[in-house]
């Protein structure tokens, strides 16, 4: 699990500014024959870059951005950035304005690569959007995108599932951090209740009002008497995550439940 070292940086890719939103354009075809250009709106996953004509190599799995309402937000590989998108109806574009996390990337290459990727969206001055993609173009760079797939939903009945995340703060400073004791804590959601183990605690039942594998919803109530001793915080932290949750989402071994705020706890799935 990776670490944060320091929640958020700010870090000003371009200034510029254009009169349109992100999403304005009105076609919800790509390539469609509606006249208007499709738009830039939704979830993408990065299939090439290349910088000055040479092919900049990927780091392993699918780096993901979503663009909505004017905001970009995004996988630089081991960090994550938000931050404005102004993609107009003539073809071009301005990314400004981004805030990135701070972790840790020990892997060889991977803070060269998110240099690189930052840069180039930092340089990218077009866009356009085909049946094959979406592409942000400048004058030394291209960077490729595909069109993601819509999300899954999972059922939750009768998983199980061991605490390892807890997500704090605002907007671009949101970010995921871990404690030492995490270690142990799991969570059963079965037969309508959610109920959470906690080592040297006992922990605690909730009951699962709603939690729908068609559309993600999630809902959990009830009086949870938990001992308050220091020992027994990460119990309380556990419990208002999953009581300030409207929703979940199930991403392979990942479980995250998502509040108003944003994401609230999450938990992996171990053999």
């Given at each position: 699990?990776?670490?944060?070292?320091?929640?958020?940086?700010?870090?000003?890719?371009?200034?510029?500014?254009?009169?349109?939103?992100?999403?304005?354009?009105?076609?919800?075809?790509?390539?469609?024959?509606?006249?208007?250009?499709?738009?830039?709106?939704?979830?993408?996953?990065?299939?090439?870059?290349?910088?000055?004509?040479?092919?900049?190599?990927?780091?392993?799995?699918?780096?993901?951005?979503?663009?909505?309402?004017g905001?970009?937000?995004?996988?630089?590989?081991?960090?994550s950035?938000?931050?404005?998108?102004?993609?107009?109806?003539?073809g071009?574009?301005?990314?400004?304005?981004?805030?990135?996390?701070e972790?840790?990337?020990?892997?060889?290459?991977?803070?060269?690569?998110?240099?690189?990727?930052?840069?180039?969206?930092?340089?990218?001055?077009?866009?356009?959007?085909?049946?094959?993609?979406?592409?942000?173009?400048?004058?030394?760079?291209?960077?490729?995108?595909?069109?993601?797939?819509?999300?899954?939903?999972?059922p939750?009945?009768?998983?199980?599932?061991?605490?390892?995340?807890?997500?704090?703060?605002e907007?671009?400073?949101?970010?995921?951090?871990?404690?030492?004791?995490?270690?142990?804590?799991?969570?059963?959601i079965?037969?309508?209740?959610?109920?959470?183990?906690?080592?040297?605690?006992?922990?605690?039942?909730?009951t699962?009002?709603?939690?729908?594998?068609?559309?993600?919803?999630f809902?959990?109530?009830?009086?949870?008497?938990?001992?308050?001793?220091?020992?027994?915080?990460?119990?309380?932290?556990?419990?208002?995550?999953?009581?300030?949750?409207s929703?979940?989402?199930?991403?392979?071994?990942?479980?995250?439940?998502?509040?108003?705020?944003?994401?609230?706890?999450?938990?992996?799935?171990?053999?």
């Amino acid at each position: 699990m990776r670490r944060i070292l320091a929640i958020a940086v700010l870090f000003v890719l371009v200034a510029a500014a254009c009169g349109d939103d992100a999403d304005t354009t009105t076609s919800d075809d790509p390539g469609g024959d509606s006249g208007t250009r499709p738009s830039v709106a939704g979830d993408w996953i990065l299939r090439s870059l290349a910088v000055d004509g040479a092919v900049v190599p990927l780091p392993d799995g699918d780096l993901e951005i979503t663009i909505e309402l004017g905001q970009i937000s995004g996988d630089l590989g081991c960090n994550s950035f938000f931050g404005g998108i102004d993609a107009a109806d003539d073809g071009t574009l301005t990314v400004g304005a981004l805030g990135q996390t701070e972790m840790a990337c020990l892997e060889d290459g991977r803070m060269d690569f998110e240099f690189a990727y930052g840069e180039a969206l930092s340089s990218a001055t077009a866009w356009t959007v085909d049946p094959n993609g979406m592409t942000f173009s400048g004058d030394t760079v291209e960077i490729r995108y595909e069109q993601a797939p819509p999300p899954v939903h999972q059922p939750l009945e009768g998983t199980v599932w061991h605490f390892d995340t807890i997500y704090s703060g605002e907007g671009v400073n949101r970010a995921a951090s871990s404690r030492g004791d995490m270690d142990g804590v799991t969570l059963v959601i079965a037969d309508g209740e959610a109920e959470v183990v906690v080592p040297e605690c006992g922990g605690f039942v909730a009951t699962v009002e709603h939690a729908d594998g068609g559309d993600g919803a999630f809902e959990a109530s009830g009086d949870i008497g938990l001992d308050t001793s220091p020992a027994c915080e990460i119990a309380e932290i556990v419990a208002g995550g999953l009581l300030d949750s409207s929703g979940f989402m199930i991403d392979e071994n990942r479980l995250t439940f998502i509040g108003e705020a944003g994401e609230t706890v999450g938990f992996s799935a171990r053999p």
